[in-house]
């Protein structure tokens, strides 16, 4: 199974829209049937059957093996990939040059698009060629006092992260490898307390 597969094609994009097939593909991030899908979502077999035919025409679902059971033979599939990452072309584009606010929510998310996209088509890449892909990835939760702290906050990290950059960066050195940096920040709704 693939880690990744970026989707760029809008007719898959709209195979993969419905709910149940996202349902199906989860079911079947371990090999099983449409009869064992349809057990395990509480659908008909015949339902769950034309959405495994769907998926696997599409090339989102494999064949593991055929078993025979009472005269007829059952298809055992699997999903192809363990992630999909839909490509920013399938719903149109997000350019995040286009955005004049660096500051915007916008720019943010098109910031996180383009990183889905290139981090899925790097994966691809370095899967098909028998290699690990070197990421490095953070993930912190920071709770500020003011919107004065914020910005300070915002103008130590920026400034640390342009030290760093003016350290490391070597775009003449024949043997650079060229890597993406995304710093974002949002605001994060606070969970519901249980009652």
């Not at 399938?90 to 915007?104: A, E, H, T």
């Not at 998310?109 to 899967?127: P, S, Y």
């Not at 130590?156 to 710093?183: C, Q, S, T």
């Amino acid at each position: 199974m693939d880690t990744v597969r970026v989707v760029d094609d809008p007719r898959h994009a709209a195979l993969l829209a419905a709910p149940i097939r996202r349902r199906i593909l989860e079911a079947l991030a371990e090999p099983g049937s449409a009869s064992t899908v349809a057990r395990s979502l509480g659908i008909a077999r015949q339902l769950a059957a034309y959405h495994v035919r769907r998926l696997e025409a599409g090339g989102y679902l494999e064949l593991v093996r055929e078993e025979r059971r009472r005269g007829c033979t059952e298809r055992v599939v699997c999903r192809t990939a363990q992630y999909l990452v839909a490509s920013p072309e399938v719903l149109g584009g997000v350019d995040p040059s286009r955005f004049k606010d660096k500051f915007s929510s916008g720019y943010l998310i098109a910031l996180a698009t383009r990183m889905a996209q290139e981090v899925g088509e790097a994966q691809v890449a370095a899967e098909r060629a028998g290699r690990p892909l070197p990421t490095l990835s953070a993930d912190v939760e920071v709770s500020l006092r003011s919107p004065e702290e914020r910005q300070a906050f915002a103008d130590e990290l920026l400034d640390a992260v342009a030290r760093l950059v003016a350290r490391y960066h070597h775009p003449d050195h024949p043997d650079a490898r060229r890597y993406r940096l995304v710093v974002g920040a949002h605001p994060i709704r606070r969970s519901r307390r249980k009652p």
